[in-house]
C-alpha cells in the first residue's frame, strides 16, 4: 500500500494551482503556432467548412491533452518535491 504524506498531498496541490496558471499562456502560443502554419499551409485558399470544423477539433483536443500533461505532469513533481524535502 502507498503512503501518503500531507507534505506531499499539499505539493501537489500547489503544483496543479502552478499548472492552472500556466496553462492559458502555453495553450494561447501552441494555438498561434498551429493556425500560423495551417495559414501557411492555405495561403491563397479559403478554407472549406470540414476542414476550418476539423481544425477546431484538433486544437480543442490538443487544450485538453495539455490541459491533462500539465496537471498530471506538475501535480507529480509537487508531490515528490515537497515529499522529499519535508520527508
Known sequence: MMDLSLAGLIGAFIGTAI??????????SLERFLRA???????????T?????????EISLLRR?????DIIAFA???????ATLVG
Open 37 to 47: 502554419g495551417a495559414a501557411c499551409e492555405s495561403a491563397g485558399k479559403s478554407g
Open 19 to 28: 499548472a492552472a496558471v500556466l496553462y492559458a499562456p502555453l495553450v494561447s
Open 76 to 82: 507529480g513533481f509537487g508531490y515528490w518535491l515537497a
Open 65 to 69: 491533452g495539455v490541459l491533462a500533461a
Open 49 to 57: 467548412v470540414s476542414e476550418q470544423e476539423t481544425s477546431r477539433l
